[in-house]
């Protein structure tokens, strides 16, 4: 059975009508029970929070600590447009807690997921465009120290550029980050990943997956012992922050050729949800739960 990694601290109370989409963990969470990935009598492997020095390997301590104290200053709090509450720095650790934990559930099983993560925006210095941690960066990083793995690759599939990543990365020789997003999308001031590919606005799916194929060819030649995929559904045609058109279809095809070029080359992957934007949460879980769906079917 597919490894996933949950809490359920990953949903904090925010004020109504806040943009974010905090229901969807647990539409996500419902989703994955009714299609029988998840059993009802738990199913789900839960983190600890991550420790300050976890964090702390890929950001700026002082903020880490900020966070951890909900001492953030009021510039901190506006760049990552989420509360600076005691429930949200509780959740930014147990999120990265959760990536780092599937991580090593994939270096054991070949695949697994976690049910929060791909806050890709948090650079060094500290967070911004709702992340406050970059947990795959955490994860990355630690297995890195660890010596558990030498090489490291990012597929970032968000329609966003995954600029934090990239900033925390630049010059480490042992990531490649891939970034496929769309081009007039935020962040408005790019990084430079491994390899970008800004994207243009209402790129279809047939286009979208010669460009991943292309994007994987590369990352292959680089030779990575784990993957980090970011799952983001918003380059969905229906989503509200997204500038690309992806299907249901697209979206399918798209996690099924992450999935399945890694584990073809027996390397681990480990799947994070990233970004996704509805005004129906239940029908955004919906699309989340491809993720679960393909990375299943590997791991049956």
């Known amino acids: 059975m597919l490894p996933i990694v949950f809490h359920p601290d990953y949903q904090a109370p925010l004020r109504a009508n806040h943009p974010f989409p905090m229901s969807k963990y647990g539409y996500l969470r419902a989703a994955l029970l009714a299609r029988r990935l998840l059993p ?16 702390a390997a890929v950001h700026d301590r002082g903020y880490v600590e900020r966070v951890a104290g909900c001492r953030m200053a009021p510039d901190e709090v506006r760049a990552i447009g989420l509360p600076g509450t005691e429930a949200v720095a509780r959740r930014a650790f147990l999120s990265s807690a959760g990536t780092l934990l599937a991580a090593r559930l994939a ?4 695949i697994a997921c976690n049910m929060a993560g791909g806050a890709h925006h948090a650079g060094p210095e500290g967070g911004a465009g709702y992340c406050v941690f970059n947990d795959v960066a955490v994860a990355a990083r630690a297995l890195l120290d660890e010596g558990r793995v030498r090489r490291v690759a990012v597929v970032d599939a968000d329609v966003h550029q995954g600029d934090g990543t990239a900033r925390i990365f630049a010059g480490e020789e042992r990531v490649f980050t891939l970034s496929l997003h769309a081009e007039r999308n935020y962040p408005a001031r790019k990084a ?12 279809g799916d047939s286009e979208y997956l010669q460009v991943l194929e292309h994007g994987l060819r590369a990352a292959e030649s680089f030779g990575p012992e784990v993957v980090f995929y970011n799952a983001g559904v918003d380059p969905h045609g229906g989503d509200r922050l997204g500038r690309l058109a992806l299907s249901d279809f697209g979206l399918r095809a798209r996690e099924r050729m992450v999935i399945c070029w890694a584990r073809a080359r027996r390397v681990p992957v480990v799947g994070v949800l990233g970004g996704g934007y509805d005004d129906d949460p239940e029908r955004l879980a919906g699309r989340h739960a491809i993720l679960f769906e393909e990375a299943a079917r590997v791991a049956a």
């Open 40 to 55: 009802a009598a738990g199913g789900f492997v839960g983190p600890a929070p991550a420790s300050v020095a976890v964090v």
């Open 107 to 110: 270096l054991e099983h070949g």
């Open 192 to 203: 430079s990943s491994t390899l970008d590919f800004p994207l243009p606005d209402g790129l």
